[in-house]
């Protein structure tokens, strides 16, 4: 009992000074956010530098929101099981890495594969923000103020993103759009050293064939859509990626009905008032990240718009 009540002491004295901690997690989301477009207003840049086709050009943006989805859902159980701050500081330093490798890149083949990482990063990091921002943070206002810039911070994230990209990408250089993301990650980390204080663990496994089975899924499916916008739909190659994900996302559910800690617990998609949230949390970013990537491509292609003003558009 002394221990807990000592705990509980020590949580709430870091809470009363979480302010700086609250501004070192939202920056992180801001981060995460912007990131996630702001490379799409350079792409046309891009594909010039290293004469990348179509398909080569979408993995660019693929590469990140692929590995972001694929790890996403080991690293919340990861963050459970070390501590959603020391797996957020490991993500966060991924990131960082990445991005200056992506922004030196000398070829195509290493932007994309930098942006992978960078992803894998971000998936690291993006859970263990909101857990961590409560844990900061004091119930009631404390509380309520932390969760409002938080909102901020992601809804700004995606227009801040693609104006800051353009104007990256116009007065310096696109590889810019990468780079930015070192000092802004360095001050992450500093902060979340200095200020976050660490949220309780919660024991468990790491459920490796339902990481598995997940990731299976989510990259032979967006391999396949992304392969049959070049080679058509009768493509070999295609039909055994889309193959591929059918045969492991049966694999997935039934692996997940039997698993003692899921990372995908079945009992989140029972029924149309659980089901149908998910379905529109997925399908308005997938819309949105489209729009932005064609939209881009049109306004710079075919209106001869600069990377500012197409952000701005």
């Known amino acids: ?34 990131d996630g477009v702001i490379v799409t207003v350079a792409l046309p840049y891009i594909r010039d530098e290293f004469r990348l086709g179509a398909v080569g050009l979408s993995w660019v943006v693929s590469a990140y929101a692929l590995a972001f989805a694929g790890f996403l859902l080991v690293s919340g ?45 971000a998936a690291l990091a993006g859970p263990a923000i909101m857990v961590l921002l409560v844990a900061n943070t004091d119930e009631g206002p404390q509380r309520l103020r932390g969760m409002s810039w938080f909102i901020i911070g992601s809804s700004l994230g995606s227009c801040l993103g693609l104006v800051a990209g353009g104007v990256l990408t116009v007065l310096l250089d696109w590889r810019w759009v990468m780079l930015i993301n070192v000092p802004v990650g360095v001050a992450v980390i500093a902060g979340t050293m ?28 967006v391999h396949g859509l992304t392969r049959a916008g070049q080679e058509g739909w009768d493509d070999p190659v295609v039909l055994g990626s ?34 149908v949230p998910y379905a529109g949390m997925l399908l308005v970013p997938a819309m949105m990240i489209g729009f932005f990537t064609f939209s881009v491509l049109f306004l710079q292609d075919v209106r001869h718009f600069d990377a500012l003003e197409a952000g701005l558009a």
């Open 1 to 34: 009992m002394t221990e807990l009540h000592e705990a509980r002491t020590d949580r709430g004295a870091g809470a009363r000074g979480g302010g700086w901690a609250v501004a070192a997690v939202v920056t992180c989301q801001l981060m995460l956010m912007v």
């Open 77 to 121: 159980r990861l963050g459970m099981m070390f501590g959603p701050r020391r797996v957020l500081l490991v993500g966060a330093a991924i990131f960082v890495i990445a991005s200056a490798a992506g922004g030196l890149a000398p070829s195509g083949e290493l932007l994309i594969a930098a942006r992978a990482v960078q992803g894998i990063g």
């Open 194 to 221: 200095a200020f976050v204080r660490e949220a309780d663990r919660m024991p468990g496994r790491l459920d490796i064939p339902g990481a598995i089975t997940s990731a299976v899924t989510m990259v032979s499916l």
């Open 242 to 275: 889309l193959a591929l994900a059918l045969l492991a996302l049966v694999a997935l559910i039934a692996v997940e009905s039997r698993a003692a800690h899921p990372v995908v617990p079945l009992r989140l998609l029972a029924g149309t008032r659980r089901a």
